[in-house]
């Protein structure tokens, strides 16, 4: 019902584009820092944040006091983890590249000429582009592709807030997946969890 529901959206999206592009427009780039890490039932108490980081483009169409604000973003999610098992030191780090399409409704509290803050939340749909971990036991290092045990799909609902000053913009979201990843058989529960922290330039 979830996937369904977040697919429902994407489609009135795309059918309402030619309505959204009568209104005000904005195109811009932006990019920034990813704070990655995995929930869920089965995620490690010992899982820790994975720096990655997020590049693209997005689309602003201006409805008053709401944003519309598309996205098409490169991003890097992940965990890594690292301690002692049976007296031997290893470590464990798990990479997932992602092509993920924000979709984003935008109130904005102060809408000025020069200035607009803006709280935000909706959904995304992320595609899996590869996927590798890296273990390190006793000094010795493995990598591994892990894309076949994982889906290659992440649906998730962003939350945040972000403060526009001319065509810079200044943005922070958290980035929370809906469902688990794993795709391994096993069953398992592990759901991507991201804060976000970008600069945007508007282009136009």
Do not use: C, W
């Not at 098409?72 to 470590?91: F, H, I, P, R």
């Not at 582009?129 to 992440?154: C, F």
């Not at 403060?163 to 913009?169: A, G, I, R, T, Y």
Request: charged share 15%; no cysteine; glycine share 8%.
């Amino acid at each position: 019902m979830r996937k369904m529901f977040l697919l429902a959206a994407f489609l009135v999206g795309f059918v309402a584009a030619p309505t959204f592009a009568q209104l005000p427009f904005t195109l811009g780039v932006k990019g920034g820092l990813n704070l990655a890490d995995v929930t869920g039932e089965d995620a490690s108490d010992d899982s820790e944040m994975l720096i990655g980081f997020h590049a693209g483009a997005y689309a602003q169409f201006d409805l008053a006091v709401l944003t519309i604000q598309p996205e098409l973003l490169y991003t890097v999610k992940g965990s890594q983890e690292e301690g002692t098992m049976g007296g031997v030191d290893y470590s464990s780090t798990s990479t997932l590249n992602y092509f993920e399409i924000p979709v984003l409704v935008k109130y904005n509290l102060l809408p000025t000429p020069m200035m607009k803050a803006s709280v935000y939340a909706g959904p995304s749909l992320a595609f899996l582009l590869s996927a590798n971990n890296e273990q390190e036991v006793n000094g010795v290092t493995s990598d591994t592709d892990i894309a076949d045990d994982l889906t290659s799909t992440d649906f998730g609902l962003n939350l945040g807030a972000s403060v526009e000053l001319s065509k810079l913009m200044i943005d922070v979201r958290y980035n929370m997946g809906l469902s688990s990843v794993d795709d391994s058989g096993a069953d398992m529960d592990f759901k991507n969890s991201v804060i976000m922290l970008s600069v945007g330039y508007a282009l136009m």
